[in-house]
């Protein structure tokens, strides 16, 4: 499975990006796919989650409310909408997959086989 992930960029404070992480290679679909973020220094840190199958969501308490994960099963795409954005969102966002068949949402880096090579996003404030 090779994952891209787009959408990233520079927005000021309050404002919105949406990211994508288009899945290609093997099948997603009865699996899951999560959002982690990384700034330099730190370990990567989980934002969302999804599972592909059932819809069924998991967001770190920083986000709530803010972002919004999602999937086109059809474009085996996952999409990461971030909302009223502030400066402490600024990182480097990686989208990651698991295709083990599962309806749990995976919070943690090790559940997940595949990654993307990240896009940076910069809020300015």
């Known amino acids: 499975v090779q994952l891209v992930e787009s959408g990233g960029g520079l927005v000021q404070a309050g404002g919105s990006l949406r990211l994508s992480c288009a899945a290609s290679?093997?099948?997603?679909?009865?699996?899951?796919m999560g959002w982690f973020r990384q700034t330099p220094g730190k370990e990567r840190e989980f934002v969302a989650a999804i599972s592909w199958r059932t819809g069924r969501t998991n967001y770190a308490d920083s986000v709530k409310g803010r972002f919004t994960i999602s999937r086109d099963n059809a474009k085996n795409t996952g999409y990461l909408q971030m909302n009223s954005l502030r400066p402490e969102d600024t990182a480097s966002y990686y989208c990651?997959?698991?295709?083990?068949?599962?309806?749990?949402?995976?919070?943690?880096?090790?559940?997940?086989?595949?990654w993307g090579q990240g896009t940076q996003v910069t809020v300015s404030s």
């Open positions: 290679g093997r099948s997603i679909s009865s699996g899951a």
């Open positions: 990651a997959a698991a295709r083990v068949s599962t309806s749990a949402v995976f919070i943690t880096t090790r559940e997940y086989e595949y």
